[in-house]
């Protein structure tokens, strides 16, 4: 499975955006899908997670309510939509494909798009 994510770029304090991160290969058996987000000197951390099948969705605290989680079969793209965003948003974000293989579970990344919020 190889992932490309898209849609970052330099927005205002309050303002949005839509990340996508387009799905190919073997998507088909893809359990988990999800977005982290890394900030310069500090660790990754888990945005959201949608599960296949129930579309399950979990958010961290810091965006609850304000993020949208999503993903499109028939694309094989997932989305994140992203509002009300703060300086503290700013970071980059990847995408994450938790992929059920022949004997084992392993897991894909995209490369990551930067989200920049200007205060």
């Known amino acids: 499975v190889q992932l490309v994510e898209s849609g970052g770029g330099l927005v205002q304090a309050g303002g949005s955006l839509r990340l996508s991160c387009a799905a190919s290969?073997?998507?088909?058996?893809?359990?988990?899908m999800g977005w982290y987000r890394q900030a310069p000197g500090e660790k990754r951390e888990q945005v959201a997670v949608?599960?296949?099948?129930?579309?399950?969705?979990h958010y961290a605290n810091s965006v609850k309510g304000r993020f949208t989680i999503s993903r499109d079969n028939a694309k094989s793209t997932m989305y994140l939509q992203m509002n009300s965003l703060k300086p503290e948003d700013t970071a980059v974000y990847h995408c994450?494909?938790?992929?059920?293989?022949?004997?084992?579970?392993?897991?894909?990344w995209g490369q990551g798009t930067q989200v920049t919020v200007s205060s």
């Open positions: 994450l494909a938790i992929v059920q293989g022949a004997t084992m579970k392993f897991s894909a």
């Open positions: 290969g073997s998507t088909d058996n893809i359990i988990t």
């Open positions: 949608i599960t296949s099948g129930d579309d399950a969705t």
